[in-house]
């Protein structure tokens, strides 16, 4: 009789043969895989190719974006989103730069903008580091599979395999509003198949467009400023927000002429 097939060999197994190929994928260099992170936090992974080799060219390392222009860094991460991720990644560099890199996730997690998933993904797809990375995705593909908790289910000795196979199974499966559960490789061993209660979509009139956003308004502003061009041309009931937004986060000054970075 042919041996039962294990959550870990279906899942490992799908991973190998399916899973997209990312270009932080195929390094273990920790600074790639930090800048890869900290640019998916919050943000597509179509928007963040559009960024990541160009960032990567300029800044190869640490060193490099350690010591880069402030309004540079600010510059090159226009239309990602959050342009405080940028600057406290720089500053997460500068630290490393001069003390070298923490050996584990504890260590990662002790450096600016580094939270316990970013930690976590680092070490363990860089330093091999024996740890489940958890975000909301994981979180959510841990729960619908009733069979433990995240940390529980990660294979020893497995762990880079493990949160790749599990950060794509609920990003391309195991969605939040959509379980493929016909097209999933571990349905036979999931307690949820075909049972999850979605949440229902907004409809489409009433989902607010990218250009629509605050942080739509924030890019343009901070790339405006970047360029010396001035303030850019927005609704000034919607440039508004976004200024004192930016200020207070430290990215501006607001000065006479209307603002400069800070
Ligand atoms: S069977 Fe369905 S609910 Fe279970 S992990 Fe697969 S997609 Fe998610």
């Given at each position: 009789m042919a041996e039962p097939v294990t959550l870990h060999d279906a899942l490992l197994g799908w991973y190998r043969a399916a899973h997209r190929d990312l270009?932080?994928?195929?390094?273990?260099d920790p600074y790639a895989i930090l800048v890869s992170e900290v640019m998916l936090q919050q943000t597509q992974v179509s928007r963040v190719l559009t960024r990541y080799d160009a960032w990567l060219e300029r800044w190869p390392g640490e060193a490099e974006l350690a010591v880069a222009r402030r309004s540079d860094v600010l510059a090159a991460w226009v239309g990602l989103g959050y342009n405080s991720r940028a600057l406290r990644l720089q500053q997460a560099c500068k630290i490393i730069a001069r003390d070298?890199?923490?050996?584990d996730a504890a260590g990662l997690q002790r450096l600016p903008g580094i939270g316990p998933y970013t930690a976590a993904a680092v070490a363990s797809f860089a330093?091999?580091?024996?740890i489940a990375a958890v975000d909301t995705n994981v979180r959510r593909v841990a729960e619908r599979l009733g069979r433990g908790v995240p940390h529980e289910l990660c294979p020893e000795g497995r762990a880079a395999d493990w949160n790749q196979a599990m950060m794509e199974l609920g990003a391309t499966v195991c969605r939040a509003r959509e379980a493929r559960c016909g097209a999933c490789p571990v349905a036979s061993l999931c307690a949820s198949r075909g049972r999850v209660a979605l949440s229902p979509r907004a409809p489409a009139g009433t989902r607010e467009r990218f250009e629509d956003s605050n942080r739509w308004v924030r890019g343009r502003v901070i790339a405006a400023l970047s360029a010396g061009?001035?303030?850019?041309?927005?609704a000034p009931e919607r440039l508004e927000p976004a200024l004192a937004g930016l200020a207070r986060d430290g990215l501006i000054v607001r000065d006479t002429a209307g603002a400069r970075l800070a």
């Open positions: 270009p932080w994928r195929r390094t273990t070298g890199w923490p050996p330093f091999g580091q024996q061009e001035g303030l850019p041309q927005v």
